[in-house]
């Protein structure tokens, strides 16, 4: 029996083409690409390709292109740079309670400076309410930043409303896009946004390297990592070559085939929730529409979620119950929370996220071992009260 992997969004294989485009930059390819010499040269070639490539899955320009450790240090970085460059000007920063953990702890940092973060609300299905958050922003607002989706619900938020709302305010607009590049479509040059995260490792590429795009004419950021002056000053450290690399590999894979396997992945999320409907008590939570195609939270009335999770592991069917940054605890979700959820439904969510490796013979075999082992621990309380 194969295994199924439906944990995407916590991270996703590295595609055999990627591992190929990597393979020579650890081996013969191996210079630095500040150096001046022939391998130098050589290897700065393949990080400005590369650079061009990440940048073409957001429509952006290759040098607005920071390249970073992953999401949590793009996000760090889009934050804490952009908000102490502009401590002068104010110390107040918009987010949401339904924001990746890189994007929440990173405003308890500058909140330890002295900066104010408000909260804008959300609604049942964790989308932000623009009128909330408009009511937020004051003279001190220097940064808004807003997630572009959510990576336990799938829910979309609007981000080209945000930007707007922002750009007609004169303030940064970040968001994290670590979860949708390379699922949905997007443009910086059509949405306005400031700073964007993309993390490589979301989009079958490796662990370990990600961007920030960084819009031009904004102001310089204070820098987390200083050294020798690498990425225009804005990222020190020598540059990891074969994870960029790959990086770029991931991104024009991504970019190629994007509106065909979305509506793939929209497919297979569709057959699912009919596959299991038949099922008394089954919830879905996130937006019904504005979501992630790949993206299913859902829930079975007397069912707790932990315990689904371990029996589909045990028929080799990975599924997470809240985000792998977290998943340490089995405390109820902050973005469940933030959406208003009893906590009894919360301990009952999982989330399945699908991917390039799935078909629909994997969805027939989920969807019949969850109805099996959520009828069959049913079937033991019910027999146990």
Same mark, same amino acid.
């Given at each position: @029996? ?19 485009? @990597? ?23 393949? @990080? ?21 450790? %992953? ?18 000007? *104010? ?24 900066? !104010? ?36 619900? %799938? ?71 200083? *050294? ?8 020190? %450290?020598?540059?990891?070559?074969? *994870? ?64 689904? @999770? ?17 998943? %340490?605890? !089995? ?9 208003? +959820?009893?906590?009894?439904? +919360? ?39």
């Amino acid at each position: @029996m194969n295994a199924i992997y439906l944990d995407h969004n916590a991270t996703t294989p590295v595609h055999p083409d990627v591992l190929e485009a @990597m393979l020579p930059l650890l081996k013969e390819d191996f210079g630095n690409p500040s150096s001046t010499h022939s391998r130098g040269r050589s290897a700065r070639v393949k @990080m400005d390709e590369a650079r061009e490539q990440v940048a073409a899955l957001i429509h952006a320009d290759a040098r607005e292109i920071v390249f970073t450790s %992953g999401g949590t240090e793009s996000d760090n970085l889009a934050i804490l740079g952009a908000a102490r460059a502009l401590r002068d000007k *104010g110390r107040h920063i918009v987010t949401a309670r339904v924001e990746h953990p890189a994007v929440l702890n990173a405003c308890l940092e500058l909140q330890k400076e002295g900066f !104010v973060i408000d909260y804008a609300p959300v609604d049942e299905f964790g989308r932000v309410r623009l009128d909330g958050l408009e009511a937020l922003i004051s003279d001190e607002t220097v940064l808004i930043t807003i997630q572009s989706a959510n990576s336990e619900v %799938g829910t979309l938020q609007p981000i080209a409303a945000i930007g707007e709302i922002a750009r007609d305010r004169e303030i940064l607009f970040h968001t994290d896009a670590v979860q949708s590049a390379g699922k949905v479509p997007l443009d910086v040059k059509e949405v306005p946004v400031d700073l964007l995260s993309l993390s490589s490792h979301k989009l079958y590429g490796p662990k370990g390297v990600g961007a920030l795009y960084v819009r031009r004419g904004l102001p310089q950021l204070v820098p987390l990592i200083v *050294g020798g002056g690498q990425e225009k000053k804005r990222r020190g %450290g020598t540059e990891n070559l074969p *994870g960029i690399a790959g990086f770029g590999r991931a991104a024009e894979l991504a970019a190629g085939d994007l509106e065909q396997e979305a509506e793939r992945l929209r497919q297979l999320k569709r057959r699912l929730r009919d596959g299991v409907s038949s099922l008394q008590g089954v919830r879905f939570f996130g937006h019904p529409d504005e979501s992630l195609p790949n993206t299913l939270n859902l829930g079975f009335e007397g069912v707790d979620g932990q315990t689904l @999770m371990i029996r589909l592991d045990l028929d080799q069917i990975y599924v997470s119950t809240g985000t792998a940054c977290s998943s %340490g605890s !089995v405390l109820p979700s902050d973005v469940l929370t933030a959406m208003g +959820m009893p906590e009894e439904q +919360m301990r009952q969510s999982i989330r399945i996220s699908f991917g390039r490796s799935n078909g629909t013979e994997d969805v027939e075999r989920v969807a019949e071992a969850l109805v099996r082992i959520v009828t069959d621990i049913r079937e033991k309380q019910r027999m146990a009260s």
